[in-house]
């Protein structure tokens, strides 16, 4: 899958729930969606995700709210608190980890947990592979800032390898199916009585 605004392979995927009809997905390269998350973020109280994300600390103490708000994604690193604020996902094993969490609003909006719409043409990577790839780019960021440029290469060009495999996954096309040949049946061929009295009609004319 190629980025929505180059031709990049989409390492991105990033879901944002504000829109009043459900969520809308980006499919974004890395340029693309860092340019995208360090933008100016509406005010929360705009919109239906941020609206709906402060009625968490309905029934919740002070210390269960700080607590959950310190909560933080292992893989993009994202805080429970910045998504209350945004009402952005970082990555898509913040679904995973976050889905105590997230039933009680994703319920809120969908009136479903259950995904019920299309999926796209041309599939994209597992949500493990996508994952793995933010993971890795967090221990290049990582090496990069130890000096440890061999290990920052060595995942650079294991990203290089997930990333080509993901863009040249095919597209989802139809089988093909051949039309079958159609054959007479046996009622509309002529019974071999039919034909031997036609035959003697035949003869008698010629007579």
């Known amino acids: 899958m190629k980025c929505q605004y180059c031709e990049k392979p989409a390492t991105f995927h990033i879901t944002e729930l504000t829109e009043p009809s459900g969520p809308a997905v980006m499919h974004l390269c890395e340029e693309h969606a860092r340019n995208f998350l360090h933008k100016e973020n509406a005010s929360p109280a705009a919109s239906i995700a941020g609206a709906l994300a402060k009625q968490f600390d309905l029934g919740q103490t002070k210390a269960e709210l700080a607590e959950l708000d310190q909560k933080e994604c292992p893989v993009c690193g994202i805080s429970f608190f910045e998504f209350r604020n945004t009402g952005r996902l970082g990555c898509p094993y913040d679904y995973k980890h976050f889905e105590v969490d997230l039933k009680p609003l994703l319920n809120n909006i969908h ?11 041309r599939a994209a990577a597992s949500a493990d592979s996508q994952a793995q790839m933010i993971q ?25 390898k997930m990333e080509q495999t993901e863009s040249a996954i095919p597209p989802a096309t139809p089988s093909s199916t051949k039309p079958k040949k159609r054959t007479p049946s046996a009622s509309n061929k002529p019974s071999a009585s039919k034909k031997k009295a036609s035959d003697d009609v035949d003869g008698e004319t010629q007579s």
């Open 111 to 121: 009136e479903s947990l259950e995904h019920c719409g299309k999926r796209p043409k």
């Open 136 to 160: 890795l780019r967090r221990e290049m960021e990582e090496a990069i800032e130890r000096e440890d440029y061999e290990r920052a290469s060595e995942i650079r060009d294991e990203l290089k």
